[in-house]
């Protein structure tokens, strides 16, 4: 596969990884990395694993916010542009690193996806780290938002119907950590992994395993991938479509802005994109307010955090 080498085909990729907002403070680690010769694949696996572990972030890993039953389900996916080798898993239980676990199923397996009691029969199969990923705060915050639903963990637990609890416990309240990559070679990869959507119905699998929805990369064009309501990821395909309108010729900020335009057709709930197009210009779009993204490139010292676009 033809690999970018900078403007004109000239210069040597500029080395840069691109993030959603909460990614900040993995991004110094995946530059290290790449700074010493390492491959796009390992920077975006090492600054996804930072956040998955990060016990403050709710919305990824360890600490990450529980479905109605208070048990925290992880989906996770990454993406080898080059190769477009795939691995996810998702509604994943009871490890520190579902980033790690998907990296496994790609290259370990003959499959490129494995859920739930699969995933984690796997994951207990290669010996990866075990984690309660819910904390005793994350379990207060699932305790209140049940008494809110007139529920107590024990009445849950109890239902034979949850959807009428689900329709009262999930509001706009979810996350995600992206990590999009190009190493000192021009090869592309990402990372997407996330506990979902809060207080969700088990099993509920949002865009982040889902390769072309929620993550994608090709190391000839560029990267992409979501954050928000990750069901219109899905309906719209949102990552593939994106990379597919790098392929075209599009510019990264006019690619993150149709993304968005594409999701508010569909729905009003937030919705968020990064991209990163193979010479290293990114962009991203959100339609709320407040939205951020951050990106270190290897001539900076420290990530820069900046105002994603806003398109209504
Ligand atoms: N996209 C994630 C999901 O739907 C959540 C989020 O990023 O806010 O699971």
């Not at 989906?75 to 009871?94: K, Q, W």
């Not at 990923?133 to 239902?159: D, G, I, Q």
């Given at each position: 596969m033809r690999v970018a080498s900078g403007a004109g085909g000239q210069r040597p990729p500029t080395l840069t990884i691109v993030a959603s907002g909460n990614g900040a403070s993995a991004l110094p680690v995946g530059m290290r990395l790449l700074r010493r010769g390492g491959n796009a694949l390992d920077a975006v696996e090492a600054c996804a694993r930072i956040v998955e572990a990060d016990p403050t972030d709710t919305s990824v890993g360890r600490g990450g916010k529980p479905n109605v039953l208070g048990i925290?389900?992880?989906?996770?996916?990454?993406?080898?542009?080059?190769?477009?080798?795939?691995?996810?898993?998702?509604?994943?239980?009871?490890?520190?690193?579902?980033?790690?676990?998907?990296?496994?199923?790609?290259?370990?397996?003959?499959?490129?996806?494995?859920?739930?009691?699969?995933?984690?029969?796997?994951?207990?199969?290669?010996?990866?780290?075990?984690?309660?990923?819910?904390?005793?705060?994350?379990?207060?915050?699932?305790?209140?938002?049940?008494?809110?639903?007139?529920?107590?963990?024990?009445?849950?637990?109890?239902?034979?119907?949850?959807?009428?609890?689900?329709?009262?416990?999930?509001?706009?309240?979810?996350?995600?950590?992206?990590?999009?990559?190009?190493?000192?070679?021009?090869?592309?990869a990402s990372a997407v992994t996330t506990s979902g959507w809060a207080y969700k119905y088990p099993g509920r699998v949002g865009d982040s395993p889902i390769v072309g929805a929620g993550n994608y990369c090709d190391t000839r064009y560029g990267a992409a991938a979501c954050t928000g309501f990750g069901e219109l990821a899905i309906r719209n395909v949102t990552a593939k479509t994106a990379v597919d309108r790098l392929a075209k010729g599009i510019a990264p900020v006019e690619v993150a802005r149709l993304a968005v335009a594409d999701a508010n057709v569909l729905d009003d709930a937030a919705f968020n994109i990064v991209v990163l197009a193979a010479d290293g210009t990114h962009a991203s779009a959100t339609n709320r307010e407040g939205r951020r993204y951050c990106f270190m490139t290897a001539d900076m010292e420290e990530p820069v955090t900046t105002a994603r676009e806003v398109v209504r």
């Open positions: 925290v389900e992880l989906d996770a996916s990454i993406v080898d542009g080059t190769t477009h080798r795939v691995g996810a898993v998702a509604a994943l239980v009871g490890y520190l690193y579902p980033i790690t676990i998907a990296r496994a199923v790609m290259e370990r397996t003959p499959h490129v996806m494995l859920v739930g009691a699969g995933a984690a029969r796997f994951a207990r199969e290669i010996g990866a780290a075990k984690a309660q990923n819910l904390t005793a705060s994350t379990r207060e915050l699932w305790v209140e938002r049940l008494r809110k639903a007139h529920e107590t963990p024990a009445s849950v637990r109890r239902r034979a119907r949850l959807l009428p609890v689900v329709r009262k416990t999930v509001r706009e309240e979810r996350g995600t950590v992206n990590f999009l990559a190009i190493d000192g070679a021009g090869h592309i």
